[in-house]
């Protein structure tokens, strides 16, 4: 792809001439906000973890370790992706977007199971979520094939070519994993809708994708009772996790019990460090703190819109939109499951929950947000 020089406009009024200017610098809030998060992350791991740690394998660092060798390699491959020009990912996105057709084949076939859900490909020591992948590749090839259909998405028969892809993963990804099937679900349509914002086409998939939720969960009927569950959690013993999650919440008062000083995280709430984090965070800082952690997500949400605002083209725009769309998703489903808003269901909040692949998928695509930002173009007046 040809590199485009600065372009000069004239201002008539003023009788100044203005140049654009690729900026090629590097956000350091948004560097900064990713960051903390990372830090704050790795903090609240260990501090709901240690206890559960110390029992399963003798080392209270254990899953610390872990998800700090993963944060290290995380940012280590944003930075490297920060530096690519976006736009090399187009002649790969189609390959990428295949490669995960296959991995999450092959997770149906001899993928591992934890917790009763086989999500999961184990190549050695290593295990990895292909389901997290996934939104990469939605986003890429998405962002990518609706840049290219931009003047006719409008068209349903567009629109569905675009869609054809992402739509069977998201199925494959259904099969063993409602929630991150509908995190994906959202980052396909925002970025189609942002393309091209038709209202009367997107009701007709939102009823769509509504039928066939409502399928996924009478096929499924562990799904419907999770319904059940959420409507009178202490009526069921499966609704323990819920009511003691909000005991947590309640406990920790506006200020909280301080640092590590949590009592629920002690056996009370089964491994605290994943999906039920934000509990803890509740209750050993308050309310203040948790305030402070959705406020930090906002500030991160905020830049990104800004840089996708700014973005040079339609490709680095949509780009950053699915990312924008993903975190944002991701975080309002796991407070409101965590406050019993929304049905349970395991969705873990970005940047903070126990997982490697997760952490490690979102910093790549941080990585992709900060190359959009790297290449906006700044006016220069003389």
């Known amino acids: 792809m040809a590199k485009?020089?600065?372009r000069r406009v004239n201002n008539r009024r003023s009788g100044r001439k203005t140049l654009f200017v690729k900026s090629n610098f590097v956000d350091y809030s948004?560097?900064?906000i990713i960051l903390f998060l990372v830090a704050f992350g790795l903090v609240m791991v260990y501090s709901t973890s240690s206890y559960t740690a110390e029992l399963k394998t003798g080392s209270a660092f254990f899953y610390l370790k872990r998800q700090g060798g993963f944060a290290v390699i995380g940012i280590?491959?944003?930075i490297v992706v920060s530096r690519f020009d976006y736009h090399w990912w187009k002649n790969w996105?189609?390959?990428?977007?295949y490669g995960i057709l296959v991995l999450l084949v092959l997770v149906l076939i001899v993928g591992r199971a934890s917790n009763g859900a086989v999500r999961w490909i184990a190549i050695g020591p290593i295990q990895f979520q292909p389901s997290e992948a996934a939104k990469i590749a939605i986003i890429l090839f998405t962002a990518h094939m609706a840049t290219i259909k931009a003047a006719r998405i409008g068209d349903l028969k567009i629109m569905a070519k675009v869609l054809m892809l992402p739509i069977i993963a998201i199925a494959l990804i259904a099969k063993e994993n409602l929630s991150t099937a509908i995190i994906c679900s959202a980052i396909a349509l925002m970025i189609v809708f942002i393309t091209s914002p038709k209202v009367k086409q997107f009701i007709i998939i939102g009823l769509i994708v509504a039928a066939l939720m409502g399928i996924f969960l009478l096929v499924a009927s562990y799904r419907l009772e999770r319904l059940k569950i959420w409507r009178h959690p202490e009526d069921?013993?499966?609704?323990?996790?819920?009511?003691?999650?909000?005991?947590?919440i309640g406990s920790g008062g506006i200020f909280g019990k301080g640092l590590g000083q949590s009592i629920q995280k002690l056996g009370f709430i089964p491994e605290s460090?994943?999906?039920?984090?934000?509990?803890?965070?509740c209750e050993e800082l308050g309310l203040f703190g948790a305030a402070c952690v959705i406020a930090i997500f906002v500030l991160l949400i905020w830049r990104c819109v800004m840089i996708a605002m700014s973005a040079p083209d339609l490709y680095g725009a949509l780009i950053v939109v699915g990312?924008?769309?993903h975190i944002a998703v991701q975080v309002i489903v796991n407070i409101a499951v965590v406050t019993n808003t929304f049905p349970p269901t395991g969705v873990p909040l970005?940047?903070?929950s126990y997982g490697g692949t997760a952490l490690f998928c979102l910093l790549i695509e941080m990585g992709f947000v900060l190359s959009v930002s790297r290449q906006i173009r700044i006016a220069k007046e003389f």
Do not use: C, W
Request: charged share 10%.
């Open 4 to 6: 485009r020089g600065p």
């Open 30 to 32: 948004l560097l900064f």
């Open 76 to 78: 280590v491959a944003m």
């Open 93 to 97: 996105s189609l390959f990428i977007m």
């Open 236 to 248: 069921y013993e499966k609704g323990y996790q819920t009511l003691q999650s909000l005991y947590a």
């Open 273 to 281: 460090h994943n999906d039920m984090i934000f509990s803890v965070v």
């Open 323 to 325: 990312v924008i769309t």
């Open 350 to 352: 970005p940047f903070i």
